[in-house]
């Protein structure tokens, strides 16, 4: 069965830096678009950044754009959120996602597969 399994998560003080990585198996990892999702205390879930399946195109919530990047190794089947000058706001479970289509991924028009998350902390 296809898993996807989110790591990297912890507590950071604001400004600090984290990666999360997203590991996939049980798909053709190479043939998904692949993004990242949060969801913050009383909040709904929500786009952070989606990548092709090539890894040539990327897309990025307006409100992470300069400070986080997404890539993908698809040698490991992984995905990557590097975050940097993280606030106190970025504060929420991270959950990776996989889909057939790019755009419907990113627009959660159609989400295939999704992980269980990885909480990510950023104290004031």
């Known amino acids: 069965q296809v898993q996807l399994v989110e790591s990297g998560g912890g507590l950071v003080q604001a400004g600090g830096s984290l990666r999360l990585s997203c590991t996939a198996s049980?798909?053709?990892?190479?043939?998904?678009?692949m993004g990242w999702f949060r969801q913050a205390p009383g909040k709904e879930r929500a786009f952070v950044a989606a990548?092709?399946?090539?890894?040539?195109?990327?897309y990025y919530a307006d409100s992470v754009k300069g400070r986080f990047t997404i890539s993908r190794d698809n040698a490991k089947n992984t995905v990557y959120l590097q975050m940097h000058s993280l606030k106190p706001e970025d504060t929420a479970v991270y959950y990776c996602?996989?889909?057939?289509?790019?755009?419907?991924?990113?627009?959660?028009?159609?989400?295939?597969?999704w992980g269980l998350g990885t909480q990510v902390t950023v104290s004031s």
């Open positions: 996602a996989a889909g057939s289509r790019l755009d419907e991924l990113r627009l959660e028009v159609r989400t295939d597969y």
């Open positions: 049980g798909l053709r990892f190479s043939r998904n678009a």
């Open positions: 990548i092709s399946w090539s890894g040539v195109t990327t």
